[in-house]
């Protein structure tokens, strides 16, 4: 039975990926060595970092005047390094979920911090908008895509102080207008890679701004200086970025992948709302194309182990909701082809069937 992969991360990668990877493992480049083996300055490994920064770039359209970094340490490291590097005195952070909360949470650590707005009262269910941002804050932080509620912001926002955004579930799933970012970062094992590397966006020109020692592996500029090779790098995560990004480029790119996903998002969503045994916890205009959270509908609530249960019989992996929403959430990154959004589909349709009042 075909095992369809929906968990929210790490997550289902490209079978292009994988079947890669799986031989760099044991023949890196024609070396005769494996890719956990060699040198990360050797001049193998140099051209996969090279050509994954040169594809970064083209896929996303970066502008002159940032860098890509592939960095250690996680998201979660970087909300630490965003207020290290750019919190003077004051910045602004929108509240949209657990990650948001815990960036704000490490900002406070540096400097004020003015939370602009927040969907807490009601669980995270939606994007706060009509907020004010004030004009004397040093960035303003938001997380795109809320991975554990399935809330997502949809457009490139325009503010007047630099932007900075956590990226981590929904990088490399439409086109970014990068030059409205001071920074764009995320783990990669959400949508591009195994855990174990950081990419990092940076405006250039965003950088030596504040007052404070910053520690060496700490400083972005450090990491521009060395071209993310100041220590040694994730060198098997960076070589399978690398081959996610030439998967999709060969896909079509970005705006490509657009399309793909929000058809799958939108055949998932329209069975959800059809079907009177499940409703979806998101605000409709805020539904995330990467993470669809629904739960059983009233009067079928006591069902939902048995959904559970059905469902992973059938071949449905991962798709337990987090413990903050409960019920149910498919992740349905870009690697995840329509066929398994369609089991899934037709799994809930027979439920349906079996258990309709
Ligand atoms: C998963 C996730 C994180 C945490 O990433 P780590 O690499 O585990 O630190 C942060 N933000 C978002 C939006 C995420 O989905």
Redesign the pocket.
């Known amino acids: 039975m075909k095992i369809h992969n929906f968990s929210a991360?790490p997550s289902i990668l490209p079978e292009f990926t994988i079947e890669k990877t799986a031989e760099a493992i044991k023949n890196f480049a024609g070396t005769g060595l494996s890719v956990m083996e060699v040198s990360h300055r050797g001049k193998e490994f140099i051209a996969v970092m090279d050509e994954a920064v040169a594809l970064f770039r083209e896929l996303l359209n970066i502008p002159e005047g940032y860098s890509v970094l592939f960095l250690g340490g996680?998201?979660?490291l970087q909300f630490c390094m965003v207020p290290y590097n750019l919190l003077s005195k004051k910045a602004a952070y929108l509240n949209t979920g657990t990650?948001a909360s815990k960036a704000l949470k490490e900002a406070k650590l540096f400097g004020e911090v003015v939370e602009v707005a927040s969907s807490k009262d009601a669980n995270f269910s939606y994007i706060p908008k009509g907020y004010t941002i004030p004009d004397d804050v040093d960035y303003f932080h938001i997380?795109t895509?809320?991975?554990i509620f399935g809330t997502e912001i949809h457009e490139d926002l325009d503010v007047k102080v630099p932007l900075v955004a956590?990226m981590?579930?929904d990088i490399f799933s439409r086109p970014v207008d990068v030059s409205k970012y001071a920074i764009i970062y995320?783990?990669a094992?959400?949508n591009l890679a195994p855990a174990g590397v950081?990419f990092v966006i940076v405006k250039n020109d965003i950088l030596g701004k504040v007052d404070r020692p910053i520690p060496t592996m700490l400083n972005y500029q450090t990491h521009i200086n060395d071209g993310s090779m100041f220590n040694t790098p994730p060198v098997v995560p960076v070589f399978a970025a690398l081959q996610t990004l030439k998967w999709l480029k060969e896909m079509g790119g970005v705006a490509a992948m657009q399309k793909i996903n929000q058809e799958k998002a939108a055949i998932l969503y329209d069975e959800i709302d059809a079907n009177p045994l499940f409703k979806g916890t998101a605000n409709k205009e805020d539904r995330s194309l990467m993470n669809v959270c629904f739960v059983m509908n009233d009067g079928y609530e006591e069902l939902e182990p048995e959904f559970q249960k059905f469902a992973s019989a059938n071949g449905m992996s991962g798709i337990k909701g987090h413990r903050s929403v409960g019920g149910f959430r498919a992740s349905i990154y870009n690697a995840m082809p329509k066929e398994s959004v369609q089991a899934l589909i037709d799994c809930m349709r027979e439920f349906k069937k079996m258990h309709l009042k």
């Open positions: 991360g996680g998201a979660s990650w997380t895509n809320n991975t956590d981590s579930s995320g783990g094992q959400k950081t």
